[in-house]
Every structure is written in C-alpha cells, then in structure tokens.
C-alpha cells in the first residue's frame, strides 16, 4: 500500500482511492456503456491509474487493465458478456455481488443483511438512488456508502467526527465486506473472460483492503 508523508499527501490518497472504487463500483452495478470503455481507453485511464500501491492485488488488476490499451485488446461485446454472466444479466450470476450470497448458511440472497446495511446507510442520511430495486448489499451500492465516507472525510476538520469516521469505515469493512469479498474474486477471476473485469475484480480488492489499512493506521 502507498501512503502519504503528510495529512495533504493523506487526503490526495482518500480522494485517488475514492475515485479508484467509484469507477470500480459503477462497472460492478451498472453494465459498461460502449461510448464510456472508449472514452477511458482515449483518455489512458487504464495506464494512467490515479495511484500506485504495492498491494500484490492492486498490482495484479493495474497489469490486467493496462493490457487493454493495446491495440487491438478491446472488445466490447466480450466485456458486456462479462457483465451480464458474472452479475446475473443473463440469469444465475457466476460471481454474485451480494454479501448476503457468500455469508448465508444457503448461499442465497436474503432480506436481512440487506436490511442491516440499509439501517446503516440511513444513519448516515444517506439512501442509494436504486433503493427498493437493487439489494442494499450489492457491492456496488456498498463501494458507494465507503465512498461517501471517503468523500466526507478529509473535509473533517474536527478529529472527533474524523474518529468516528475512520472507525465507522473499518467496521463496515471488516462485517460486510472483508468476509467474502475474496470468494468474490476469485469467482470473478475463474469466470471473466476479458481483461477489463479480471482487472476490476483485483482493483476492488486491493482498494478496499488499502482503505482498511490507511485508516486503521491513521
């Protein structure tokens, strides 16, 4: 993981990270638009990532995105079959992007981890834009609470609220998260065919446990 030297350096980092699980996040909820892959290949998102970390996973889903800017790497239709197959679209999803799916002794869905969440959420004032149609544990809605979190906290100036925060952060992580987000992965690993979600697969891992250990250390 890369850390900064000073509370500037700090918050550069949230914001990086922030951006990194937003973009992450978005392709995990939503199915890739064609216009957008294009416009982040033009722009060299995929070699130019906001950050670098030594985190073996963040490594590992830097190397998988980086390749797709070479030419004649994209395709488009290979990643929306990614999508649809990993997350459900063309029925039974190979990598399911429910908590609930991975922490329940039947491997289903259920009402109540995504009620727990939600409680959560709503504690914060703080209701996702798809709630009642989407479980309120799917990952991607989860990477938007952290977010929100990431967002609020370098704004703090009061260690107090910036406490509660941090702490707020590694709890939500180490319940909801941190307990099947690796069985997620390698799901996703054994199952993407492209190289844009291999890579998505390991960036949301190593973000995630960069998060965690940025503010626990802090």
Known sequence: ????QSEKDNNNLYTAYNMLLSFTGSFILYEPQQGCINDLVEQNMFESLPLESDNP???LGASYLRKIN???????????????????????ASAP?????Y??????????????????????????????????DHLGIELQFINLLLGKYPELEDEV????IRT??????????????????????????????????????????????????T
């Open 1 to 4: 993981m890369t850390t900064g």
């Open 70 to 92: 070479t030419e004649g790497s994209l395709d488009y239709e290979e990643i929306i079959n990614d999508h649809l197959e990993l997350f459900g679209g063309k029925g039974r």
């Open 57 to 59: 996973q963040f490594i």
């Open 161 to 164: 609220c910036r406490k509660e």
């Open 168 to 217: 707020d952060l590694v709890k939500f992580i180490d319940k909801y998260i941190s307990p099947w987000i690796n069985d997620w992965n390698r799901r996703m690993q054994e199952h993407s065919v492209s190289n844009f979600y291999k890579g998505i697969g390991y960036l949301t891992v190593a973000c995630i446990e960069d998060v965690y250990s940025l503010m626990k250390r």
């Open 103 to 136: 922490m329940s002794k039947d491997h289903t869905m259920n009402d109540k981890s995504s009620t727990e969440v939600r409680k959560i959420y709503h504690a914060y004032g703080w209701r996702s834009s798809i709630e009642g149609k989407v479980p309120d």
């Open 97 to 101: 992007p429910w908590g609930s799916v």
